[in-house]
């Protein structure tokens, strides 16, 4: 408990130490980004293969090898060279390596090292918001799983539910001793961060005929609304259409992305919530000037 005391009483050890588990943490959350999807995909098969009663691909299902995110053991996806424990370092096995495979030489992603630093800088901040409390573990605990939903939507367009579900629950849990909003603010939080979303997709539907996000939007406002309170939601949302606008004209304009092709609305709701996580009441309270 002493060393404890030390490192919550310290700031310099506080920051340190938040520093390098950011580092640790982006380091695992780069598995979950990348064996999430294939793990889902991978049951929703097997659950297709029985509702079909499919023996054949059921058959090659139980056969693979199946997917968690600590089996099959990492390795380059060019040459297989199973990854060693030193060369899973975060950003520094990157750096000693040269950004490349140990064996083949293959490129290693520049987007490895940079979810490690990201979740390490986007960590420290919220530690020197909110401290070492109650608040400051449980932000955390939200901060890492958007970074993880931002990025599996950016890949996949999909929120699983395995995340945005458990996420609306322990934001209820929590508020229910008011960690960031009282549990009622929590409650109508999640009723109308899901339900506006949903308004707004039926409308669009109806209007144009097309689906204009999917459901895990909803769940994923819902959610933030949970943690952050009904009051939150409207600068949640005028926060994540600026953000959208800011970052699909940029694609559009750099990559000549094209702009037919969608783009997920998660990430921009992740980081809208993330701001409001950090600077919600001082944008609420000017929110409130200009209305």
């Known amino acids: 408990m002493a060393n404890l005391d030390i490192i919550f009483n310290n700031t310099g050890y506080l920051y340190s130490c938040t520093i390098i588990l950011g580092l640790l943490i982006g380091s695992f959350l780069n598995v979950v980004i990348y064996r999430l999807p294939k793990m889902l995909e991978q049951d929703w098969k097997h659950q297709c293969s029985i509702l079909l009663e499919q023996e054949k691909l059921e058959s090659e299902l139980n056969n693979a090898e199946k997917i968690t995110l600590s089996k099959p053991d990492s390795t380059c996806p060019k040459c297989q060279h199973k990854i060693k424990p030193w060369e899973n370092i975060p950003v520094l096995s990157f750096l000693f390596l040269g950004g490349k495979c140990s064996q083949c030489k293959n490129k290693i992603s520049m987007r490895y090292p940079l ?5 390490s800088i986007l960590s420290l901040i919220v530690i020197m918001t909110f401290g070492a409390t109650y608040a400051g573990l449980s932000a955390l605990f939200l901060t890492w799983v958007l970074i993880a939903l931002t990025m599996i939507d950016t890949d996949t367009q999909l929120l699983p539910d395995d995340m945005t579900l458990p996420l609306l629950w322990a934001g209820l849990i929590l508020n229910s001793f008011n960690i960031f909003t009282t549990l009622e603010s929590a409650l109508w939080g999640a009723v109308c961060g899901y339900l506006s979303l949903w308004f707004v997709y039926q409308l669009f539907k109806l209007l144009t005929g097309k689906e204009g996000m999917g459901y895990g939007d909803f769940k994923l406002l819902g959610a933030l609304g949970a943690w952050l309170g009904w009051e939150q939601l409207p600068i949640i949302i005028l926060l994540s259409s600026v953000v959208g606008a800011i970052i699909g004209i ?14 997920p609305f998660g990430p921009y709701l992740a980081i809208a919530g993330w701001i409001s996580l950090i600077w919600g009441e001082d944008l609420f309270q000017l929110w409130m000037k200009t209305v």
């Open 115 to 119: 979810v490690e630093i990201a979740t």
């Open 250 to 263: 940029a694609m559009i304009l750099i990559k000549g992305r094209d702009k037919n092709i969608p783009i």
